[in-house]
């Protein structure tokens, strides 16, 4: 993607109270719930999870070794 644009979505999403990964995380979930399959919208779920899972431990990734 071009940095000019970039730039200007993050300005666009700045004055729309958020930020690119929040928008871009749910212009992806709409995507897979409309057009997923059974096994895309359980790893949706799955990755809702990790995702949940991070943010309660405000630290990032899950340890390495992790089970999926």
Same mark, same amino acid.
């Given at each position: 993607m /071009? *940095? %000019?644009?970039?730039?200007?979505y993050g300005?666009?999403?700045?004055?729309?109270g958020?930020?690119?990964? &929040?928008?871009?995380l749910? #212009?992806?979930? %709409? *995507?897979i719930?409309? #057009? &997923?399959?059974e096994?895309?919208l359980?790893?949706?779920?799955?990755a809702?999870?990790?995702? %949940?899972?991070?943010r309660?431990?405000? &630290?990032g990734? /899950? /340890?390495? &070794?992790a %089970?999926r």
């Amino acid at each position: 993607m /071009p *940095d %000019a644009m970039w730039d200007a979505y993050g300005r666009v999403c700045e004055r729309l109270g958020t930020d690119r990964a &929040g928008r871009t995380l749910d #212009h992806i979930r %709409a *995507d897979i719930r409309a #057009h &997923g399959d059974e096994q895309d919208l359980a790893d949706l779920e799955r990755a809702e999870r990790e995702l %949940a899972e991070r943010r309660s431990r405000k &630290g990032g990734r /899950p /340890p390495k &070794g992790a %089970a999926r």
